[in-house]
């Protein structure tokens, strides 16, 4: 019998560590500087939500070969195998527009998409309204034809997610955009002039943002892809001086660093750095990692392998070394053309959603701790709540020992208790000779697990301190 995996193992702790965040005042106003932008306090639920979910889905959603930057790659980069897909599957004169039609989303269902949502155990999600192809979601004025109102679904893609999100789940709606268009000729031409001219962005780029959050009132809104412009280019700090100021959201919205080159991992609001982006230890800044189940696209693939896909083991890894060094953890799916989540990925949020239901207490709402990981036992992970004078240790590997070393909690017996989440039992423990204790785990059948799936355990909580 294998052992079992992917536990959480909760400890509690007297500690003294700062207050979380407080709610965002209506009454700051933000000049359209960086230093006055970057100084905005982070609304308080990202940090306390800890996961979301990121959808892409867009006309790559049609080809589904290869990647979500299939246009680029076939008609820019001419990478052989782009090229022999199309040679091999369409009429010569195919072009990419002609994939708009295709991109039918026949069975989409925003409902049914909301309920997978929810039992994801996920705290928000992220749809792409626009990538860099240009197609919007939505039926935007300054995207006349390319978009799903007037092409392909002939449907508001955007507005049945929102809704549909907010009357059946409590998540917080979110919606990517990406700044730039590959192929968009005003965008072009003001590259050319090296960006002297702001034709694109005053016509095309800000009029849409404007209009998606007045219009959808997104809490996450998830810039990308500068096209190598500076923000200067973008207006972007003029822009956010207005969603902080003036927005709807204005009180609620959180945004990422993607706002100009050079503005990554420096300006904005939660920090993303780069795509996948997980550093392994705490940050003085809020962080994002956002990676996808498909570790090579983050659009559907009709060409992807079961190899390809993250396991559940390897997806909560990623939950909880993400969590905790202080980051959310935004993980992606891609859906068809026709709008299903295909089954691979509807398993993984299903039993993402089983993990969080016996460990999410050790997730949510919790913060980093004066330790990150073990120094003892590798792959142990640790999270606070020092409100309620707990600490959290997840351990990714089941000792076949039975016994798990810890090094760096500080016990005080007959005054620390140590429990199984899920299991709700008192746990023997006993300190080892310099630092840390010993537990002894609970010996359990695979049907005597807390999460009853057999594959994915967790820990418990106590209510007595340690002592420092």
């Known amino acids: 019998m294998r052992s079992p995996k992917l536990p959480g193992l909760v400890l509690s702790l007297l500690l003294l560590l700062l ?62 195998s782009y090229v022999d ?10 072009t990419y527009a002609d994939f708009g039609p295709l991109f039918t989303a026949k069975f989409f269902d925003a409902n049914q998409w909301a309920d997978i949502l929810q ?46 999100v907010r009357t059946r789940t409590d998540l917080r709606f979110g919606l990517y955009y990406s700044l730039f268009e590959w192929f968009h000729p005003l965008f ?26 007045n219009q959808y009132q997104p809490e996450v809104l998830w810039s990308d892809g500068d096209g190598g412009a500076p923000d200067t280019y973008w207006n972007s700090t003029v822009f956010l001086a207005w969603l902080y100021n003036e927005s709807p959201v204005r009180d609620t919205v959180v945004t990422n660093d993607r706002w100009g080159a050079g503005s990554i991992c420096k300006h904005g609001g939660y920090y993303t750095c780069s795509d996948r982006y997980n550093p392994g230890h705490l940050l003085p800044h809020k962080w994002e990692n956002c990676m996808t189940i498909d570790q ?57 959603g089983t993990w969080l239901k016996v460990n999410g207490e050790a997730i949510y709402d ?72 010993m537990v002894e785990l609970p010996q359990l059948t695979v049907h005597q697990m807390p999460w009853n799936t057999g594959l994915i355990p967790g820990l418990g909580r106590s209510h007595v301190p340690w002592s420092n």
């Not at 897909?85 to 195919?94: S, V």
């Not at 006349?144 to 929102?162: F, Q, T, Y």
């Not at 606070?384 to 089941?398: D, G, H, I, Q």
């Open 119 to 164: 039992a994801s155990g996920a705290k928000y999600v992220v749809l792409t309204s626009k990538h860099h192809e240009g197609f919007t979601l939505w039926g935007s004025e300054r995207s006349w034809n390319w978009n799903a109102v007037d092409e392909g679904p002939k449907r508001d893609i955007v507005k049945e997610l929102a809704v549909a």
């Open 296 to 352: 090579f696209s983050w659009g559907y693939r009709r060409n992807g392998g079961i190899s390809d896909y993250l396991t559940i083991e390897e997806l909560v890894k990623q939950l909880v070394e993400t969590v905790s060094c202080g980051g959310n953890l935004l993980m992606n799916i891609g859906p068809t053309k026709d709008g299903t989540i295909s089954a691979i990925f509807e398993e993984r949020l299903r039993q993402m």
């Open 85 to 94: 897909f199309m040679k091999n599957n369409y009429p010569p004169d195919f």
């Open 188 to 213: 072009l031409e003001d590259e050319s002039s090296s960006f002297q001219k702001q034709q694109y962005p005053l016509s095309k780029m800000l009029p849409e943002l404007y209009e998606l959050v």
């Open 366 to 437: 919790t913060h980093a701790w004066r330790s990150q990981n073990d120094t003892v036992t590798p792959d142990v992970w640790y999270t606070s709540k020092p409100k309620n004078k707990l600490v959290y240790a997840m351990f990714l590997k089941w000792p076949t020992s039975g016994q798990l070393f810890l090094g760096q909690p500080k016990a005080t017996l007959g005054a620390t208790e140590v429990e199984l989440l899920g299991h709700g039992q008192p746990l023997q423990w006993t300190p080892l000779e310099q630092n840390g204790i």
């Open 19 to 80: 207050p979380p965040p407080g709610p965002v005042g209506g009454a700051a106003r933000f000049d359209p500087t960086w230093e006055s932008l970057d100084a905005r306090q982070l609304p308080a639920w990202f940090d306390q939500a800890k996961f979301g979910i990121f959808i892409h889905w867009g006309v790559f959603s049609v080809p589904s070969f290869g990647s979500e930057w299939f246009w680029w790659y076939w008609q820019k980069e001419k990478l052989p």
